[in-house]
């Protein structure tokens, strides 16, 4: 069980990038009629500054797909390493049959933007909007819209989990900076 | 310049999600008219395991962008941290001005699948085939399908680079495996 609920400030959507684009795997939390649920994710990926378009790719077997599909909204939540048990725990598990976040301690927040919950125990969390379901139907893609972001100030660069598949994942945190090689305009 | 040409095996397609869920930066590669050129690219995810589909985003505003819809392929192609400078420099650079193979030291290898060649310096080369472009107009978004997959056998996790932007890299690599916690099926 994870005790800690860093304290977040508000960051600008349009940069979610910052915390996306890298690849982690995240949790992501919904609600619907009253109840709530947890998916672990690893395929999503940036899609647009502003709006702050996010796609993934929620599998239609999965409990989340219709609470998600049916609010058309949910959380993304980032976890760090600190949170490695509950990622595979939740990974493997079914919102069909038990509560996510009672079985694996964590505690809901309330967001401002969407009925469905923080995961306050996360490094950062991201409420969205479902703004595009063209291709739902033909690949499970979702495009959500980030319509409030909230994230820890600290570490910067939290330890991020990747994940390779076979039960492997990668770990990100190390830093190499070349800005100075960048081009203004390119940043 | 980068010296090293690792020899590479082929790599069943159906499990590119190895390498490419963790999210790292990857150079795609394309070829159109008889001119080739590369890409930088972090926004990207795996959609599928079989077919084996990627999606990716490439601006309209890229000199690949075109290639790439108009010959319908393209090779992502996996660069480690001993590329890090080339990473940057192709990001920073546009091909109506320069070849970047010949700018950036690095050699075109022959695919087997598609026209766009291979970048050998980099760890793995997934050959890509145009799948579905219904989100190309509206989102920049492609949908490819890896047609034939290359990869380095060692290291089996190596180094890679994973950009948050701003001129910042996180570095993979470390390994966490939890293989045992989780249910066969869901491996």
């Known amino acids: 069980m994870v005790a800690t609920h860093p304290r977040k400030r508000d960051f600008p959507v349009s940069q979610v990038r910052r915390y996306l684009e ?10 619907w009629q009253g109840r709530t649920n947890i ?29 998600i599909r049916d609010s058309g909204e949910c959380v993304i939540n980032l976890p760090t390493t600190a949170l490695t048990d509950e990622v595979v725990g939740i990974g493997n598990t ?14 809901p ?3 401002r933007q ?9 490094h950062a969390n991201f409420e969205c909007r479902l703004y595009d379901d063209v291709l739902v139907d033909r690949y499970n893609f979702f495009i959500f819209e980030v319509v409030k972001a909230h994230v820890t100030a600290s570490p910067e660069h ?3 989990l990747h994940y ?3 039960g492997v994942f990668m770990v990100s945190g190390r830093i190499i900076d070349r800005k100075a090689l960048f081009r203004p305009w390119m940043l």
């Not at 079914?94 to 505690?107: P, Q, R, S, V, Y």
């Open 109 to 111: 927040g309330k967001a």
């Open 164 to 166: 390779t598949g076979d």
């Open 114 to 122: 969407v009925a469905a919950p923080l995961i306050r125990e996360c």
């Open 39 to 67: 998916m672990t994710m690893g395929w999503h990926m940036v899609l647009e500054f502003t709006p702050a378009l996010v796609g993934c790719l929620i599998s239609s077997g999965n409990h989340s797909f219709g609470m």
């Open 94 to 107: 079914t919102g069909a049959e038990i509560d996510k976040f009672k079985e694996f301690g964590l505690t």
């Open 158 to 160: 939290p330890e991020t």
């Open 22 to 31: 890298p690849g982690p795997v995240v949790l992501v939390s919904s609600k």
